[in-house]
């Protein structure tokens, strides 16, 4: 004979249920059939039992308190990097990138971040904290508009390039030689949370922000056929110069997407990083010296030097005529 199981305990059964399901869908991001790899993640509490961050490197200026990753401070000439240990082995994935970007000054700040997926890590350099001739892929958040030509954009700018080892990143340029897609930003002393995502899935590299406070992604760029390797691996980096701004990253979370049997199949680590879609790089062309005169200018000053010539001429032949006539007074 079975006995009846009280109301109430079917109650708190289906409520221990209903959390346990929705704690694990909250945890597992925006996407619930995408899973979160710890073991590429950054996330709160930073610290393991022992020291320092485990699978995680960082490098220069990097600083870690209770509450954030600080790469760089409000302050001239750092540089700072954190590097995952663990490369990608998974075709298909999503990183994102809660940080923040703060300063005391209101026009003048610099330089910015950078996001990474490549070969080499922990290397210093002049690209954003890290090395050039990258092989793999960078997505800037550069702060500071080195470029003021015809080419220009405004800044805060995030833009991506694909790099397989070869290019070199053009300050001077804001790297709009090697990008193949970017934005114009607004993220800098925001009083909500900031974020960024990239998204690597089926050779489809997508860029996206959420910067006004909706939990909405909005897309910056996406570019088909990216081809990238296997085995890379996740970094943030920051730099200042003379102008500064502190760079900090709250979390790094990367997402498993599904991949098909073929994809999982297939030994992707030799692949050569490359995009058919690409700004060609062009060879690096100085904008004239602001010291050059433009057209109507040498005009005036042409024709005002014709004048005084003139002027002179005329006034030392006067004088000249004035003198003869005084000489023949003189003798006559
Ligand atoms: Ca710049």
């Known amino acids: 004979m079975f006995h009846s199981v009280p109301l109430g305990w079917l109650v708190t059964i289906w409520g221990v249920l209903g959390w346990a399901w929705l704690g694990l869908v909250m945890s597992q991001g925006m996407n619930s059939r995408e899973f979160m790899k710890r073991e590429h993640s950054l996330v709160k509490p930073y610290q393991g039992s022992g020291f320092g961050i485990p699978n995680w490197d960082f490098q220069g200026s990097t600083m870690v308190t209770g509450t954030h990753v600080r790469l760089t401070a409000d302050t001239q000439s750092q540089q700072g990097a954190i590097w995952n240990r663990i490369p990608i082995l998974m075709p298909n994935w999503e990183l994102q990138v809660h940080f923040r970007v703060t300063g005391t000054t209101k026009d003048l700040f610099g330089d910015g971040f950078a996001i990474w997926y490549t070969r080499d890590r922990m290397e210093n350099g002049p690209v954003f904290g890290s090395k050039d001739m990258f092989s793999g892929f960078a997505i800037i958040a550069d702060t500071y508009s080195n470029h003021n030509g015809p080419h220009n954009h405004k800044h805060p700018y995030l833009s991506a390039m694909i790099n397989n080892g070869t290019m070199s990143y053009d300050h001077d340029r804001d790297g709009t030689h090697t990008m193949i897609g970017g934005c114009e930003v607004k993220f800098r002393n925001m009083q909500h949370d900031t974020f960024l995502a990239v998204r690597y899935e089926?050779?489809?590299?997508?860029?996206?922000?959420?910067?006004?406070?909706?939990?909405?992604?909005?897309?910056?760029?996406?570019?088909?056929?990216?081809?990238?390797p296997t085995g890379y691996y996740i970094g943030a980096s920051a730099t200042t110069g003379d102008l500064s701004d502190n760079h900090d990253?709250?979390?790094?979370?990367?997402?498993?997407?599904?991949?098909?049997?073929?994809?999982?199949?297939?030994?992707?680590?030799?692949?050569?990083?490359?995009?058919?879609?690409?700004?060609?790089?062009?060879?690096?062309?100085?904008?004239?010296?602001?010291?050059?005169?433009?057209?109507?200018?040498?005009?005036?000053?042409?024709?005002?030097?014709?004048?005084?010539?003139?002027?002179?001429?005329?006034?030392?032949?006067?004088?000249?005529?004035?003198?003869?006539?005084?000489?023949?007074?003189?003798?006559?």
């Open 202 to 228: 089926n050779e489809v590299l997508t860029v996206s922000h959420d910067l006004e406070n909706d939990r909405a992604w909005t897309q910056c760029l996406q570019v088909k056929d990216v081809k990238l």
């Open 249 to 332: 990253i709250i979390s790094m979370k990367v997402y498993e997407i599904d991949a098909t049997e073929e994809q999982l199949k297939e030994d992707r680590s030799h692949i050569n990083p490359s995009s058919t879609f690409f700004q060609p790089p062009r060879d690096h062309v100085d904008d004239p010296k602001p010291s050059a005169m433009s057209g109507f200018k040498t005009f005036v000053l042409l024709l005002l030097g014709v004048l005084v010539c003139v002027g002179c001429l005329v006034g030392g032949i006067m004088i000249y005529q004035k003198q003869q006539d005084n000489s023949r007074k003189r003798f006559y």
